[in-house]
Nanobody, 115 residues
């Protein structure tokens, strides 16, 4: 499974940004898709997960501000972010999990939130 993330990398504080992640396989065949980020000086952290046929789940940094969505026809998962803060600056990764629970990561895309 190959993943490639896209998104505009620079936004002002309070603004919105949408990231997309395209997969090389049918995401309908996958167990789950997720978004993570790594901010400077910290470990990679989970933001949101969406299982096939399930409801999205969000970690605390994403609750109320971020939304994960998928388009099975385009084999793409999205992360829509709003009310962005400078502390949201980091590298954002998408991850695919197969039904055998194997994980595949995209390369990551840098998001910079200016104050």
């Amino acid at each position: 499974v190959q993943l490639q993330a896209f998104g505009v990398g620079l936004v002002q504080a309070g603004g919105s940004l949408s990231l997309s992640c395209g997969a090389s396989v049918s995401i309908f065949s996958l167990y789950a898709m997720g978004w993570y980020r790594q901010v400077p000086g910290q470990e990679r952290e989970l933001l949101a997960t969406l299982t096939t046929g399930g409801q999205p789940t969000y970690a605390d940094p994403a609750k109320g501000r971020f939304a994960i969505a998928r388009d099975n026809a385009k084999n793409t998962v999205y992360l829509r972010m709003s009310s962005l803060k400078p502390e949201d600056t980091g590298v954002y990764y998408c991850k695919a999990t197969t039904i055998l629970r194997r994980h595949y990561w995209g390369k990551g895309t840098l998001v910079t939130v200016s104050s």
